[in-house]
């Protein structure tokens, strides 16, 4: 069994910063891609950024240059730093995981409860 804790959305105006925390626990051998995504009212799920267990990183066309992804993988932890809001920022944002729980086992992604973020103007 595996957890993904959220943690570090809440309120802001626009110009401002938040930085999200994912950790995950659990039975873990390996974490390979982990990444960020966000869910607006009456709008699908959308990828905002992902890292590679190497550190290779991708964002979505309307958050980069303003937000930055990074991991620390001694605590399979994976951060989100928004800087720049926006109104149109405001999501539900989850994190995901892609987990190996033993060495032969097949890759199993898995999902943070969500943590809202709501920028206002």
């Known amino acids: 069994q595996v957890q993904l804790v959220e943690s570090g959305g809440g309120l802001v105006q626009a110009g401002g910063s938040l930085r999200l925390s994912c950790a995950a626990s659990g039975s873990i051998f390996s974490i390979n891609a982990m990444g960020w995504y966000r869910q607006a009212p009456e709008k699908q799920r959308e990828l905002v950024a992902s890292?590679?267990?190497?550190?290779?990183?991708n964002y979505s066309d309307a958050v980069k240059g303003r937000f930055t992804v990074s991991r620390d993988n001694a605590k399979s932890t994976v951060y989100l730093q928004m800087n720049g809001l926006k109104p149109e920022d405001t999501a539900v944002y989850y994190c995901?995981?892609?987990?190996?729980?033993?060495?032969?086992?097949?890759?199993?992604?898995?999902w943070g409860q969500g943590t809202q973020v709501a920028v206002s103007s």
């Open positions: 890292i590679t267990s190497g550190g290779t990183t």
């Open positions: 995901n995981a892609d987990i190996k729980h033993r060495i032969w086992s097949p890759i199993t992604a898995y």
